[in-house]
């Protein structure tokens, strides 16, 4: 953003702008004041302090369009990028963990979480953006997909699937969406015959509507945390013995270590800002319905998994300056 060349300095003066300040001054306060600070909380505190920055504060350009073609175009290719790189692995035993494919991540789920990013991007924007023939895209597409489905991730699942309904309800294009239905599903059906890691690790994840074990210790030790200090929160302390446990559950981290008044001003943020946002798709240009459905996807899958609380990955980085560049839409067209 830094080096466009027409950009001004826009403070964001809204009720999101406003939201989000006073969830960082929670925050800093119940950090600062916790029997547990140490070093790496005073490290989220200052991660915080400069997305705060970069979405509310500091200089962007003059136009949202331009503002929606910058952030789409930086975690699109950087999502597409990641797969393109991770397909490599697909058929080396290095590319899995366990029986679910993680390409070049850590964990599957991260891995499912970049490739619905990538998705998203490449269905909405890729050709036009590239200017590439239709075999190049589709093949992209795919790969995409492979990434996708092998890493059976259920919190990316979810995404994508309220993606497709946000997008069915705002541009009606049902039949689009049963091509892309129906084609997941056949790559689907050829995947669970398909034995494509070494040594035959890859088996159909089973699926259950349930909360595994792992995430349900998770919410006992956040509600415990929540309880204890209700209104402002433990803080960002990570210390062992005390403080905040950073984990998967987003939305419970945050109210653990901001309570009440912190978390939910930034929670309440992010949902406004979903809703908001909604009945913009129809009259908004391709980079902000692009931006618009990414928001979506990873307000979804944090309701499993840390992103939006943790702020080390390029998923709740890109949410923070798009729920900034938002702000400055729906401000700009009811100030």
């Known amino acids: 953003m830094l080096i466009v060349r027409n950009t001004n300095v826009l403070v964001a003066n809204n009720l999101t702008a406003w939201c989000c300040s006073i969830f960082l001054i929670v925050t800093a306060y119940s950090t600062l004041t916790s029997p547990y600070v140490d070093f790496i909380g005073i490290q989220y505190l200052l991660g915080y302090a400069v997305l705060f920055l970069l979405s509310f504060v500091l200089p962007l350009p003059v136009t949202n369009n331009q503002s929606d073609e910058i952030l789409s175009k930086a975690i699109g290719i950087l999502a597409i990028g ?133 995430r349900k210790n998770i919410f006992k030790i956040h509600s415990a945390l929540f309880f204890e200090k209700p209104l402002l929160g433990q803080g960002l302390s990570g210390n062992e013995t005390g403080g905040r446990y950073p984990a998967e559950l987003a939305y419970t981290d945050i109210l653990s270590f901001a309570g009440i008044i912190g978390g939910g001003a930034f929670i309440f943020a992010l949902f406004y800002m979903a809703y908001r946002g909604f009945h913009l798709l129809r009259g908004g240009n391709k980079y902000y319905k692009c931006n618009y459905l990414i928001f979506i996807s990873i307000l979804a899958m944090s309701a499993g998994d840390g992103y939006i609380s943790n702020i080390g990955n390029p998923l709740p980085i890109f949410a923070w300056l798009v729920l900034g560049n938002l702000s400055r839409h729906i401000y700009r067209e009811n100030p």
């Open 82 to 214: 990641v797969c393109l790189l991770s397909i490599v692995f697909l058929f080396t035993s290095t590319g899995w963990l366990g029986t679910r494919f993680k390409g070049i991540y850590g964990n599957p789920n991260g891995m499912g979480s970049i490739a619905v990013i990538a998705i998203i991007y490449s269905v909405t924007l890729l050709d036009g953006v590239l200017k590439l023939k239709s075999w190049i895209v589709i093949s992209i597409i795919m790969s995409c997909a492979l990434c996708f489905l092998f890493s059976q991730s259920r919190g990316a699942m979810l995404a994508i699937g309220i993606c497709i309904l946000v997008y069915l309800i705002s541009e009606r294009k049902v039949k689009l969406f049963f091509l892309i239905f129906i084609g997941l599903g056949i790559i689907l059906s050829i995947v669970n015959t398909l034995d494509l890691s070494e040594g035959g690790n890859f088996q159909q994840r089973e699926y259950k509507m349930e909360v595994d074990d792992a």
